[in-house]
């Protein structure tokens, strides 16, 4: 590691070594040294600079309602409308409870039957290219339609969602005053939407009898629905963290302080981007690469086994007629580099998407899974991947990582100082009515 005395060539960098005559100097009481968790190296300056401010949040040009208020106001009622479920009791925050970090608590999302998979956390998640586990979407509103229409989850379909907005006299003015006028009905089926591979589905039946020209217009008031859900979640965003403050005084102000961090955390940081190797994917201000990886989780008793991941993601993304690059997209030349190269390999069984770790601390339990309940299971599992069975091809990287005792406590608790400010509460309920008044 480069000493601060050794460091001479920006005075940034020197004064981020003020703090070696720090008031905390002595030997604190792990034993270690604080001279040794206050010095940054270079190295670790410059990965940190890396790592350092979280910029805003990523335009997004294929939904151009992304910043109207009209459609954040709408897109957060029927967040937490119950009513776009069959069952009339689940909606999106069924499972992604802002009390729960936007997630659920549960290893598995609960619907209207059991998902095959954990529900992810929703902190910015705008700054994702890819949605789910596996990567089936490369937007948030192609994102957003699908658990309308996933049978464990909301159970419903396009035309029953449209019907359900034009019979409703706020839901609809709230659709008009956003979009535009809601497409006459009267002669669509109450249900109907193209069931993957189920020709004979009575939805798919229903569907297959509409005109193109009217499938074409169920379909932007389905998309529509899905950019409004998602300039809502646009807000849903971890930022102000422990973290940040101590970033900000290191990185500009050149100060290594333990005031919004203990000494246990910056050690962890400093595991974090060195010796845990977790900075490999977990990089960036998000703490994601934004891509795939298998991390050898093998199998657990409550999964259903064999789930592979980015393959099959792949697959459907590149079936998906609501991708970036498609009809509904407001931009579809913004996402064709992004999608070019998209071709599936053997490679990618068993990856799942490298989630962000912002407010990872309110979010248990974790993985794709559900399986681990603490932070604590989590960071031992990268001590210990070469246990587990090998389920596909997991990264070569993370089997000679090998944390001691007090080395996961550190990792740990950097990891809780990743917990953001609290959104403002009127993000985190249904607004009285969907109609947005300036
Ligand atoms: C029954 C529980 C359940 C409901 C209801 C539900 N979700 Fe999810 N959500 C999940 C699960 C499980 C995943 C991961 C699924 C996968 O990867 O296959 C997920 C993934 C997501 C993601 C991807 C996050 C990321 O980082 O890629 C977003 C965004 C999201 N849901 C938003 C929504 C919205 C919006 C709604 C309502 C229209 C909704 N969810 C309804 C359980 C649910
Ligand atoms: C090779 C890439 C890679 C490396 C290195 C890596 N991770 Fe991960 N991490 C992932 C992936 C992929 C997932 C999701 C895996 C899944 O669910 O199948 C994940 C999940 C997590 C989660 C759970 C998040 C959630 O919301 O469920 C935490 C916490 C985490 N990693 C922390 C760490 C820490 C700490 C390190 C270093 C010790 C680390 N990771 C190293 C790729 C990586």
Redesign the pocket.
């Known amino acids: 590691m480069v000493r601060c005395d050794l460091l001479r060539l920006t005075p940034l960098l020197l004064l981020g070594c003020t703090s070696k005559s720090s008031p905390t100097d002595g030997v604190n009481d792990t034993g270690v040294p604080p001279s040794a968790t206050m010095d940054f190296s270079a190295t670790e300056i410059q990965m940190l600079r890396t790592m350092w401010p979280l910029p805003d949040v990523t335009p997004d040009p294929t939904n151009m309602y992304a910043e109207d208020p009209w459609a954040v106001h709408l897109g957060q009622y029927l967040?937490f409308d119950e009513g776009?479920s069959s069952s009339g009791d689940?909606?999106?925050a069924?499972?992604?409870d802002p009390s729960q970090g936007w997630s659920?608590g549960l290893k598995l999302?609960?619907?209207v039957s059991q998902?095959h998979?954990?529900?992810?956390p929703?902190f910015n998640?705008a700054n994702?290219r890819?949605?789910?586990?596996?990567g089936r979407c490369d937007t948030?509103w192609c994102?957003?339609i699908q658990?309308?229409e996933d049978v464990?989850?909301?159970d419903s379909n396009r035309l029953r969602m449209a019907h359900y907005l034009a019979n409703d006299e706020s839901l609809s003015r709230a659709y008009r005053e956003t979009f535009g006028s809601l497409p006459d009905m009267s002669s669509w089926p109450t249900d109907g939407r193209p069931v993957l591979n189920d020709p004979d589905h009575p939805d798919t039946v229903a569907w297959m009898s509409m005109t193109p020209e009217a499938q074409h217009e169920a379909n932007i008031v389905f998309t529509n629905v899905g950019k409004a859900?998602a300039a809502f979640?646009r807000k849903i965003v971890s930022r102000d963290s422990a973290y940040d403050r101590f970033a900000e005084a290191l990185l500009v102000e050149g100060k290594a302080t333990d005031d919004h961090m203990s000494e246990s955390a910056i050690r962890g940081l400093k595991l974090f981007i060195g010796e845990a190797k977790c900075h490999f994917c977990h990089a960036g201000p998000s703490f994601t690469n934004r891509e795939f990886a298998n991390i050898g989780l093998g199998e657990r008793d409550w999964l259903s086994g064999g789930d592979q991941g980015r393959l099959t993601g792949i697959i459907r993304l590149l079936e998906d007629p609501f991708r970036g690059d498609g009809l509904y997209s407001d931009a579809a030349e913004s996402s064709i580099e992004k999608l070019a190269h998209l071709s599936t390999s053997g490679e990618q069984q068993g990856q799942f998407?490298v989630?962000s770790l912002r407010s990872v601390a309110l979010t248990a339990p974790f993985m794709?899974g559900g399986h681990f309940d603490t932070l604590e299971q989590v960071v031992r599992h990268y001590g210990e991947v070469n246990e587990y069975p090998e389920f596909g091809h997991r990264e070569d990287l993370l089997l000679d990582v090998s944390l001691d005792d007090q080395q996961v406590e550190d990792v740990v608790t950097f990891l809780e100082a990743l917990t953001g400010a609290p959104l403002a509460a009127s993000l985190e309920s249904q607004p009285e009515s969907p109609l947005f008044t300036p």
């Open positions: 967040f776009l689940v909606s999106c069924t499972c992604h659920d999302g609960e619907g998902v998979r954990h529900s992810m929703l998640t994702n890819w949605f789910f586990w596996d948030q994102q957003a658990p309308i464990a989850e909301m859900m979640q998407k989630p794709h």
